[in-house]
């Protein structure tokens, strides 16, 4: 009994650090996003298009960020990117970002990627971040981010109805941040001719949905409920 116990523990911190996520645009799968905890200070997205998107646009994009649990500000980060048009390492360092007009929110709270700014999000209530503009990295360069609260409402997942908080995400960032190729997901998030929203979970709590639109189309990236924990 006493050999299984360490792999007992060994799985269920599998399970318990690792989610899935389907990707659709008007509810047609398109890609899947996984994200894993291997430690307390590090997490792994991947993300990989399915069908046929991955015929006309092939896509395996891993993200690693590692970061302070306390804060959530990233200490460095290593994209691995391999999409049409842009097949590179990026990575960055705190230390080594170049932040101009600095003031004392930085040393606060440190810097976030688009990575560490859900974390933070999932793991605050509401009147700590509600309208709070934070540091936000893209390409070595700063801009801010930030969450509006919107209302709490049911996500439908399955057969569950899980009630969530539901924020708008709002990011800016300086011109400079696009002088070099952005992958899908940075893109996606930072551009602001797109309006983002996210649900997370008052009882988890997790990230249940992300939802991002313009005037062309509804990109969803739901939870894959047999993941979840509960």
């Known amino acids: 009994m006493e050999t ?67 804060t959530f500000g990233f200490t460095d980060y290593n994209y691995t990117i391999n999409q049409i048009g842009l097949k590179e390492n990026q990575t960055s360092k705190k230390d080594s970002v170049e932040i101009k007009n600095s003031n004392n929110l930085f040393s606060e709270t440190g810097i976030f990627n688009f990575i560490t700014f859900l974390e933070l999000i999932k793991n605050k209530n509401p009147s700590e971040i509600d309208t709070r503009w934070f540091p936000y990295e893209l390409n070595n360069t700063i801009g801010e981010a930030r969450v509006i609260w919107a209302d709490s409402s049911n996500i439908y997942s399955n057969k569950d109805s899980v009630l969530c908080n539901r924020y708008r995400l709002d990011i800016i960032m300086p011109e400079r941040a696009f002088t070099k190729d952005v992958d899908y997901l940075n893109k996606l998030l930072s551009s602001d001719k797109n309006v983002k929203e996210i649900w997370v979970s008052i009882q988890s709590p997790e990230i249940y949905q992300i939802k991002i639109k313009n005037d062309l189309l509804s990109l969803d990236v739901k939870i894959d409920q047999r993941d979840v924990v509960k």
């Open 4 to 70: 299984v116990k360490p792999i007992l523990i060994l799985l269920l911190s599998s399970i318990l650090y690792s989610q899935s996520y389907t990707v659709s645009i008007l509810g047609y799968h398109i890609a899947d996003l996984k994200k894993t905890k291997p430690s307390i200070n590090c997490i792994d997205f991947e993300f990989q298009t399915r069908g046929l998107v991955d015929f006309f646009y092939p896509t395996k994009n891993k993200y690693t960020t590692n970061y302070n649990n306390k």
